[in-house]
């Protein structure tokens, strides 16, 4: 599998597509970005087919990154950070943006930039397919989330659930695959391009949408690797603890005081 997306290169044609928004959602179809300078044009609600101009993107001079600058009257989520109108922010490939204020009813699109035949600095990358799995499905990661520090990856349907349960249960939360404290958990952008480029290599390796749709249900890491799931763990553990032991919250605010301590 060649694998050259986030390469540097030499200019080319300007008719070329050099780059392109990706829907997670795979009813609506690719935006193709073509001109150094583009206003974007396409839908943002997945309520309504109607589109609209929302954002500038213009390609950086490196070749690979561009400038996105918000035109429409909402905020724009751009890798969880919100860009408000007329401000300006640096895409790179992978990049996930939300045209709205909020993920709910709003798309997301991923900006991908395209390989050319006139690079000159190839990466090739050859990955074995088993190497892209989840541990707990045994499919291809869908979504997938890297957890810290031991580095193993999981869909994120898969991990959230293992999660909700482990906090049910536990007050802290172990890898699945490796059982070391989990410290951190956060949606992965590079390996969700992997992910992506080994499905179309294999599309036998492909989940129905029933399965896709199912996985998402259980979905619940939001953001980067950047969020302690050690406070995240503990805010719901004090939370159900809460609901079940009302009688005994102060304990529990010490146990997860303590052990937050520990932990941080
Ligand atoms: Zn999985
Ligand atoms: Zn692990």
């Given at each position: 599998?060649?694998?050259?997306?986030?390469?540097?290169?030499?200019?080319?044609?300007?008719?070329?597509?050099?780059?392109?928004?990706?829907?997670?959602?795979?009813?609506?179809?690719?935006?193709?970005?073509?001109?150094?300078?583009?206003?974007?044009?396409?839908?943002?609600?997945?309520?309504?087919?109607?589109?609209?101009?929302?954002?500038?993107?213009?390609?950086?001079?490196?070749?690979?990154?561009?400038?996105?600058?918000?035109?429409s009257?909402?905020?724009?989520?751009?890798?969880?950070?919100?860009?408000?109108?007329?401000?300006?922010?640096?895409?790179?490939?992978?990049?996930?943006?939300?045209?709205?204020?909020?993920?709910?009813?709003?798309?997301?699109?991923?900006?991908?930039?395209?390989?050319?035949?006139?690079?000159?600095?190839?990466?090739k990358?050859?990955?074995?397919?088993?190497?892209?799995?989840?541990s707990?499905?045994?499919?291809?990661?869908?979504?997938?989330?890297?957890?810290?520090?031991c580095?193993h990856?999981?869909?994120?349907?898969?991990?959230?659930?293992?999660?909700?349960?482990?906090?049910?249960?536990?007050a802290?939360?172990?890898?699945?695959?490796?059982?070391?404290?989990v410290?951190?958990?956060?949606?992965n952008?590079?390996?969700?391009?992997?992910?992506?480029?080994?499905?179309?290599?294999?599309?036998?390796?492909?989940?129905?949408?029933?399965?896709?749709?199912?996985?998402?249900?259980?979905?619940?890491?939001?953001?980067?690797?950047?969020?302690?799931?050690?406070?995240?763990?503990?805010?719901?553990?004090?939370?159900?603890?809460m609901?079940?032991?009302?009688?005994?919250?102060?304990?529990?605010?010490?146990?997860?005081?303590?052990?937050?301590?520990?932990?941080?």
């Open positions: 599998m060649e694998f050259g997306e986030c390469s540097s290169g030499s200019n080319s044609s300007s008719n070329e597509v050099w780059a392109k928004l990706v829907p997670s959602d795979s009813r609506y179809s690719d935006v193709e970005i073509r001109s150094n300078e583009m206003v974007i044009c396409s839908e943002i609600t997945s309520s309504s087919l109607e589109k609209h101009d929302w954002c500038k993107i213009t390609r950086n001079s490196d070749q690979s990154s561009a400038m996105m600058q918000n035109k009257s909402n905020t724009i989520l751009v890798d969880e950070a919100t860009v408000l109108n007329e401000d300006d922010v640096v895409i790179n490939c992978g990049s996930e943006i939300i045209p709205g204020p909020a993920r709910q009813g709003y798309l997301s699109y991923r900006f991908k930039l395209m390989p050319r035949e006139s690079f000159t600095r190839w990466l990358v050859c990955i074995d397919a088993e190497h892209a799995k989840c707990i499905c045994l499919n291809v990661w869908h979504d997938v989330v890297t957890v810290a520090p580095l990856n999981f869909c994120n349907g898969c991990f959230s659930e293992w999660l909700r349960r482990s906090q049910e249960r536990h802290s939360v172990l890898c699945p695959q490796c059982r070391a404290v410290q951190f958990a956060g949606r952008h590079f390996l969700r391009n992997i992910e992506e480029d080994v499905l179309q290599a294999d599309s036998s390796l492909k989940r129905s949408d029933e399965e896709i749709t199912l996985l998402d249900s259980y979905a619940s890491i939001k953001s980067n690797l950047e969020k302690s799931i050690v406070e995240r763990g503990h805010t719901q553990f004090w939370m159900l603890k609901k079940l032991q009302i009688s005994h919250v102060l304990n529990v605010v010490i146990v997860s005081i303590s052990f937050t301590i520990t932990c941080l």
